[in-house]
């Protein structure tokens, strides 16, 4: 089984990617599972967010999901977006209720783990945070791909998304820092784990 990781932040082109990769039919595709943890980049190693959201994503790429039942009592359309698209033909698109099996956890750890590859992306965690599941022996080929997009597009993108995006995430000051952090985390990453990570801008070096 192959784990491939898209970390980045808001509004970088991960969507895009993201799609891009799940057409692939081998596979399985699940957004964003720190959607529960709000609108805040999880940065501080002593946020109790941080330790769910991690063991959560260890969960989730070993086809795990009764994990997330108990820490996303309050979405109960998390699952929507979690899938492949043979899993989307079998539930819809958004109407997940009309299945009862679709968001049953056991359901999807079953289809999960019919499919080699499993792909994720987040956008609220600092990169240096990967470490801890690339140290974690229960997950297989987990490659990561970390995902620049110039800061200029990334602030005038967030600009027309104000339903989510205020105060901090407007400032371009708090997303260079952002940034620049990330990066040096990847020069220490790329020596750790060589082969493990690769960096993608999707203009000018993209990643394959």
Known sequence: MISNWIVTTWRSGSTFLSQFLRSHPASFYFEEPFNYAGRARLTDPG????????????????CDFSYAEKHWP??????SFTGSHTLQSICGDGQWKSNSMCPDP??????????????????????????HLLDDSRIKDL??????????AVIQSRK??????????????????DLINDYHSYLELTKAFPGKIKYCDLIKYPCY
Do not use: W
């Not at 309050?74 to 699952?79: D, E, G, M, S, V």
């Not at 359901?107 to 792909?119: A, H, N, R, W």
């Open 47 to 62: 946020d109790e967010r941080l330790l769910t959201a991690l063991s959560m994503l260890s969960h989730f790429l070993q």
């Open 74 to 79: 309050n979405f109960p359309n998390a699952f």
């Open 106 to 131: 056991l359901f999807l750890s079953t289809m999960c783990s019919f499919y080699p590859i499993q792909l994720t992306k987040t956008v609220r965690l600092a990169l240096n945070f990967t470490r």
């Open 143 to 152: 490659r990561i791909l970390y995902l620049v997009r110039d800061p200029r």
């Open 160 to 177: 027309n998304r104000r339903d989510f995006c205020m105060a901090e995430c407007l400032d371009p000051q708090f997303l260079c820092q």
